[in-house]
């Protein structure tokens, strides 16, 4: 069974940091292009970052400068470093991964940034 498990998130001040993670497993990710999208209140699922089996990374332009994404591949995971959070990113956050035509996501997680 296929499954990806996030964790990481919370309620945090603005200015402040969270590192997401997001662990894989039931199959061999090793292949897959892993991401994270976040779906603020009321608003559509958004990409946030991307990450190929290689180095090359994608970020949405509001998170430029301020996240990070990474990944583990002999762990099946990938992080999320979340630096100078606003309260704009404010939102559940979901891990992803993507081969070919298959795609799968995880649960969610909660980050709150508010004072």
């Known amino acids: 069974q296929v499954q990806l498990v996030e964790s990481g998130g919370g309620l945090v001040q603005p200015g402040g940091s969270l590192r997401l993670s997001c662990v894989a497993s039931g199959r061999d990710f090793s292949g897959y292009a892993m991401g994270w999208y976040r779906q603020p209140p009321g608003k559509q699922r958004e990409l946030v970052a991307s990450?190929?089996?290689?180095?090359?990374?994608n970020y949405a332009d509001s998170v430029k400068g301020r996240f990070t994404i990474s990944r583990d591949i002999a762990k099946n995971t990938v992080y999320l470093q979340m630096n100078s959070l606003k309260p704009e990113d404010t939102a559940v956050y979901y891990c992803?991964?993507?081969?070919?035509?298959?795609?799968?996501w995880g649960q969610g997680t909660q980050v709150t940034v508010s004072s």
């Open positions: 990450i190929t089996t290689g180095v090359s990374t």
């Open positions: 992803n991964a993507k081969f070919s035509t298959r795609t799968y």
